[in-house]
């Protein structure tokens, strides 16, 4: 720890710190417990586009997951290979679209009617033909926070079931679109495993009706979802991927010619990012103790959006335990990132680590109150 405490001493605070090691591991563990069945797993950039990062996932052989022609861009930066490349999203502007098109990712995951007619009519443009999955909306509802379920029926994620006939009809009409496969993407978070066997029931009913219909799918899409420990991330730094790549491999009905993807965001990076905040004063409440620290919303803003309660440690005191409120210094009530969470004895200078934040962390930063664009640093740093 005293070490570790030199080091951060150089940096300016608040900062984002990379344990490249734990991520290093996390990703042996995916491609072995992936590999037992031949799956395919695309890393979720939203999740984290550090180019860093990016690189590291890319060297362990994984394709990417992207939302935006933006992460397409960085991820070919990366050096993923374009073959690899997956690109999602309700609200593809033509200008993404394009980017896709022009760097031959290997899969559009339309989500609409009118998105398969706008890709077709741009393909047609370029003379290409754009390899499609339908991204299916299987109406279950995983228990998950409202705003990080995606799965179900009134949501603007996905084609309804219902609407599958009215799709395979404009489809015939679409020349340049080549179905290609169907995928799926339940939500975040999740670490019921029921969920991900309903999710392979609710495939294998879908996959028979394509098959009633003599429609050949080569692609099987689960998407991503898999949940991290929040809580214990000493105890737990590596979700159990084994459990999870074992629940599609006993429960979902691959037909021989079939190759089953994922797309894991959360599972992947979350555990090897800590922020790093300076505690700039301490103020006395009536019964506990406010920290007051030089992190806030802008920084890490999962707290307030999604009332996330993420571990926070003092580096630096191992003195007897109280009961403190961690704040930001942002002018919003919702800016702070634990309420009476027991510290060790806090004083103005401490540094203070927010565990499990390397997904959904540092992506979305932002510039609100002028701050300055906060910094990350590496394990592996020299
Ligand atoms: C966000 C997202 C993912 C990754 O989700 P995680 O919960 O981070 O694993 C995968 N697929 C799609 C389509 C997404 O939008």
Request: contains cysteine.
């Amino acid at each position: 720890m005293k070490e570790l405490i030199k080091k951060f001493e150089q940096y300016q605070t608040p900062f984002y710190w990379y344990d490249m090691e734990l991520l290093g591991n996390t990703l042996r563990v995916i491609k072995e417990e992936s590999s037992k069945y031949g799956f395919q797993v695309h890393y979720a950039v939203k999740a984290n586009a550090n180019l860093k990062i990016l690189k590291k996932i890319k060297e362990h052989g994984f394709g990417s997951d992207c939302v935006s022609g933006n992460e397409i861009l960085r991820s070919a930066e990366a050096g993923f290979a374009s073959d690899k490349i997956v690109f999602a999203g309700v609200g593809k502007s033509d200008e993404e679209i394009n980017i896709g098109l022009e760097n031959d990712i290997f899969a559009f995951n339309a989500e609409s009617i009118p998105e398969l007619e706008v890709i077709d009519e741009l393909a047609v443009l370029k003379d290409k033909a754009a390899n499609v999955a339908l991204r299916l909306n299987p109406n279950l509802a995983a228990s998950t926070h409202e705003y990080i379920s995606t799965g179900l029926n009134e949501n603007k994620f996905g084609i309804n079931l219902m609407d599958m006939d009215e799709v395979l009809k404009v489809l015939e009409g679409l020349k340049n679109i080549k179905l290609c496969g169907i995928h799926f993407h339940i939500g975040s978070q999740i670490t019921d495993m029921d969920n991900f066997k309903s999710l392979c029931d609710k495939v294998n009913g879908i996959q028979d009706w394509f098959e009633s219909k003599n429609i050949k799918l080569e692609h099987i899409n689960v998407g991503g979802g898999f949940g991290i420990d929040y809580e214990n991330p000493d105890k737990n730094p590596i979700p159990d991927f084994k459990a999870y790549f074992k629940v599609f491999a006993d429960n979902l009905q691959l037909r021989p010619y079939q190759q089953l993807h994922f797309e894991l965001g959360r599972s992947v990076v979350a555990q090897c990012g800590s922020l790093v905040a300076k505690v700039l004063y301490v103020k006395n409440g009536v019964e506990k103790k406010f920290a007051i620290v030089d992190a806030g919303i802008t920084e890490l803003i999962r707290p307030a959006l999604y009332k996330a309660r993420h571990e926070i440690h003092n580096i630096c005191s191992e003195e007897v335990r109280e009961k403190y409120d961690v704040v930001g210094p942002i002018c919003e009530s919702a800016d702070f990132f634990r309420k009476n969470i027991m510290l060790p004895t806090t004083k103005r200078g401490d540094l203070l680590a927010i565990r499990s934040v390397g997904a959904y962390g540092q992506v979305m930063t932002s510039r609100y109150n002028l701050r300055r664009i906060v910094e990350a640093h590496y394990s592996d740093d020299v």
